[in-house]
């Protein structure tokens, strides 16, 4: 992990439910690219399981935006 602002915990958690949601996805029958695009994150131009796990947990880590109301 080279985000030194996140938690370990949270970044251990986060890593969890990445590998667990792209195992899901892996098991019916999608790829790397499926895994980013259903959290939003493009189609991962040829990405690898390993990338497309960081990536995922790095998103689930990001602070949220906030809407005004």
């Known amino acids: ?14 890593i969890g439910y990445a590998r667990a949601a792209c195992a899901r996805i892996f098991r019916d029958g999608g790829g790397p690219g499926a895994a980013l695009g259903a959290f939003g994150l493009g189609d991962g131009g040829g990405a690898d399981w390993s990338t497309a796990i960081d990536r995922i947990a ?10 005004a109301a």
Do not use: F, T, V
Request: charged residues 15%.
């Open 1 to 14: 992990m080279n985000n030194r602002h996140i938690s370990p915990i949270q970044w251990e958690q986060a």
């Open 58 to 67: 790095l998103a689930l880590c990001a602070p949220q935006q906030r809407k």
